[in-house]
């Protein structure tokens, strides 16, 4: 089996750590071909990063623009072609542009046949509207794909299997951990999630505003729940989502409601055996306290050697689950942690997989042992 791989925004934040992942699961699961990415203007930070994605995984090089290309060969990079080369020369793109910036690429990776895969943050009622604008024709099965839910391959990999895409929407990283935290507690019998995502405020474009004064709290709710509500459409969900001036992690406390009875520890129990989410006891058997957002991270980033790089691909989930009860319902109050960089990473390489035809019962296996994603009780009780 071959499939080209193209990356749009390759030094972005989660694709440069995508293209990583997805090179260590091709590897894993026998998949060959390249993986191309696309250069813009050669900005010191792009070369770093190419330079180092040609160091571990031999990355393509292609260019936006013709005129930057003499200019990334002066600069001593190899380039293999153009615009309409870079998807000619793909079968899979992943974009992780910033937003509103989708249409052009996803409009040229559809005209050259290539299954195209968006990251949570693009809308695509707007994209379809302005490929509509720019005479593109739109086929009912196309506009099928872009009015799928959103994939979460942990939950639909298989449904989107049978449908063949060829247009793929990922659940961003939020959604995705509220996602993982809801695949755990449906056995349980969820009815509803409410509550508030604390959103990391303190990117180098914002830092101006990340003063410890400075919280946007949000109007109305967020997209995360709506979009995790066309996955798990029996559940009902209500999210604000607000801007806290904090660099990692995205911190989310959600009310999880249960219908009858639902102790903490069978929540805890059921979210330390679902795939790429692991629970954060606040005091470990040595009596150590673990209470403290920045302190945890990093003490599972420490923790951990990754084939590729340390990256928490993982839902870090406390322990500290405050039960109430409210009539016939039990409302399990929580605190979620979210590691924006990489925790939709795997969930972006299934998306690859998936256009592939990767059988379903093998895929999450393949992509967990691969980028060692783990799963249970933080720090020793642990496994793929």
């Not at 089996?1 to 699961?29: C, H, I, P, Q, Y």
């Amino acid at each position: 089996m071959k499939s080209n791989a193209g990356f749009v925004g390759f030094d972005g934040t989660e694709n440069k750590r995508t293209v990583l992942a997805l090179d260590a699961v091709k590897k894993a699961a026998g998949i060959g071909g390249d993986l191309n990415v696309l250069l813009r203007q050669p900005h010191g930070r792009a070369k770093s990063i190419l330079s180092k994605l040609i160091r571990i995984c031999d990355v393509k090089a292609y260019v936006s623009d013709d005129a930057d290309g003499a200019k990334w060969e002066r600069a001593g990079f190899s380039v293999q072609g153009g615009y309409a080369d870079f998807f000619e020369d793909s079968d899979f793109i992943m974009i992780g542009t910033p937003g509103d910036q989708e249409t052009p690429y996803a409009e040229a990776g559809l005209a050259a046949g290539c299954t195209v895969s968006l990251m949570g943050g693009a809308h695509r009622d707007k994209i379809m509207a302005a490929l509509r604008e720019k005479g593109v024709e739109i086929s009912g099965d196309l506009e099928a794909d872009f009015k799928r839910e959103f994939f979460f391959g942990l939950e639909n990999y298989e449904a989107f299997s049978k449908a063949k895409p060829r247009l793929i929407q990922c659940t961003s990283c939020n959604t995705t951990g509220i996602c993982r935290a809801s695949l755990a507690a449906r056995p349980l019998g969820l009815k509803m999630v409410l509550g508030n995502i604390d959103r990391r405020h303190g990117d180098p474009h914002t830092v101006v505003r990340a003063s410890p004064s400075a919280v946007s709290i949000g109007k109305g709710v967020g997209h995360q729940g709506t979009d995790a509500g066309t996955v798990f459409e029996e559940v009902s969900y209500s999210i604000r989502a607000s801007k806290i001036p904090t660099t990692v992690p995205h911190t989310s406390f959600l009310e999880f409601v249960f219908e009858g009875d639902v102790a903490p520890e069978d929540f805890v129990e059921s979210l330390a055996k679902t795939r790429e989410v692991v629970v954060i006891p606040y005091k470990d058997e040595g009596g150590k306290k673990h209470e403290w957002t920045s302190e945890i991270m990093e003490a599972f980033l420490s923790g951990f050697e990754r084939p590729i790089s340390p990256e928490i691909f993982e839902l870090l989930v406390s322990d500290t689950i405050i039960p109430v009860k409210l009539g016939d319902y039990t409302i399990l109050q929580t605190v979620l942690m979210v590691e924006q960089m990489s925790i939709a990473v795997p969930n972006h390489v299934e998306s690859y997989l998936l256009s592939v035809g990767y059988p379903a019962e093998k895929v999450h296996s393949t992509v967990d042992e691969a980028l060692s994603c783990v799963h249970g009780v933080w720090p020793d009780s642990l496994s793929t």
